[in-house]
């Protein structure tokens, strides 16, 4: 007989019901942190009509007196973020130069980066876009990270040169699958590990600023900004495979909500920069993020002095996916420039290939990617083809 195997909470049903015992039968019910609790209250705030938030008080009168209240990044709007965070922002026809960011500078993108590029854009990128363009329609968001995932990815796989291990694992036309993946792995074991090849993209990451003191309500509260961003580029350790910085962070919306992309990675940002400038880790503490809708993109940054600049609108359509490409590829080089030692302390590493290896950092980010998620990942050998997680 199958058993029922549906799992139930703990609770008393085992104590006697008696005339000693005449209290039913009740759930025991672990006791909830107040971090949990609030994580609970931001979901539930996020999820209800406003004219229900009424509902959430009881939830929050159980919360210590001075928990930080948890606001949406999402709720705010792009001036209001400029305000709460102390940034420097003018959308003055005068101030525009100031507040304008170009990437890529001439240069920027090596020989190397510009030949993998085209390469990208006449082959597996070329095939996207047609298969994308006549599969999906863009009305929702969720088909619109479509374009998203894939364009984050070969940006990351040619900046970690793994595209130009695929392009010559399978130059010869009649190789088979077997000798394609032993030209990986051998590939892989010759490329000295670099920061480069530690680079990943993380999906809907939590970000919180620092406590902030409220000084418009009476008493002064203090609240906290957090939310999700959609993609966290970022860079782990490959000795624990654990995060250890973001260099990018992403907001994708669809087609008619883009200027709350912009607003809204502006936020997360805003919080990152913030936690950076508090730990005083980082000589530089420029924060990098992107707004999307898998077609358009635009850099929003805040520069270590809290001056918000914005790169040029691109759009794949109109400029060509190379453009975007190019864009990519150098803004994921200029934040991982920023995580070299003499932006932040040097910890003890190790030396691979002559290549000496930072295996910790302590740049003040505030990296919460769930842990269970990263305990999940398989650190495979080199020979079981642990190499694809070695970037």
């Known amino acids: 007989m199958a058993t029922n195997k549906r799992k139930v909470l703990a609770t008393d049903c085992n104590a006697p019901t008696d005339s000693t015992n005449p209290e039913p039968c009740r759930p025991k019910f672990a006791a909830i942190s107040p971090d949990t609790l609030g994580d609970i209250l931001l979901t539930l705030q996020g999820s209800l009509p406003p004219q229900l938030h009424s509902v959430l008080a009881p939830l929050a009168a159980l919360l210590p007196p001075n928990t930080p209240v948890s606001i949406p990044v999402k709720k705010l709007t792009f001036q209001r973020i400029v305000a709460v965070f102390g940034l420097i922002f003018s959308e003055h026809y005068l101030d525009r130069e100031s507040h304008f960011v170009l990437i890529p500078r001439h240069g920027e993108n090596d020989v190397l980066d510009i030949e993998l590029i085209n390469h990208t854009c006449s082959g597996s990128l070329l095939r996207f876009n047609f298969l994308y363009g006549n599969i999906f329609p863009r009305e929702t968001?969720?088909?619109?990270?479509?374009?998203?995932?894939?364009?984050?990815?070969?940006?990351?796989?040619?900046?970690?040169?793994?595209?130009?291990?695929?392009?010559?694992?399978?130059?010869?036309?009649?190789?088979?699958?077997?000798?394609?993946?032993?030209?990986?792995?051998?590939?892989?074991?010759r490329t000295p590990i670099h920061i480069a090849r530690r680079v990943q993209c993380l999906a809907e990451v939590k970000i919180t600023s620092p406590i902030h003191r409220q000084q418009d309500s009476q008493p002064s509260k203090a609240v906290v900004y957090t939310g999700r961003a959609d993609y966290a580029v970022s860079t782990r350790d490959p000795a624990t495979n654990r995060v250890t910085s973001y260099l990018i962070l992403v907001e994708a919306k669809n087609e008619a909500l883009f200027t709350h992309a912009r607003a809204e990675v502006l936020g997360y940002v805003a919080c990152i920069w913030e936690g950076r400038k508090e730990k005083g880790a980082r000589t530089d503490c420029t924060t990098y993020g992107l707004a999307t809708d898998g077609l358009k993109w635009q850099v929003v940054m805040i520069d270590h002095d809290g001056?918000?600049?914005?790169?040029?609108?691109?759009?794949?359509?109109?400029?060509?996916?190379?453009?975007?490409?190019?864009?990519?590829?150098?803004?994921?080089?200029?934040?991982?420039?920023?995580?070299?030692?003499?932006?932040?302390?040097?910890?003890?590493?190790?030396a691979e290939a002559g290549v000496e290896i930072v295996t910790t950092m302590d740049d003040g980010d505030q990296v919460q990617y769930e842990a269970n998620f990263l305990a999940h990942v398989e650190t495979l050998t080199e020979e079981d083809g642990g190499i694809f997680l070695d970037m």
């Not at 975007?324 to 070299?340: F, H, S």
């Open 307 to 350: 001056v918000v600049k914005e790169g040029k609108l691109l759009d794949a359509r109109l400029d060509g996916w190379s453009a975007v490409l190019q864009m990519l590829v150098a803004l994921i080089k200029r934040a991982g420039e920023l995580q070299t030692p003499k932006n932040s302390p040097q910890k003890p590493g190790y």
């Open 141 to 189: 968001e969720a088909a619109c990270r479509i374009a998203v995932d894939q364009a984050i990815l070969e940006a990351i796989a040619i900046t970690s040169r793994m595209a130009d291990d695929w392009r010559t694992a399978t130059k010869h036309s009649d190789s088979t699958l077997a000798n394609i993946e032993q030209n990986l792995r051998d590939l892989r074991r």
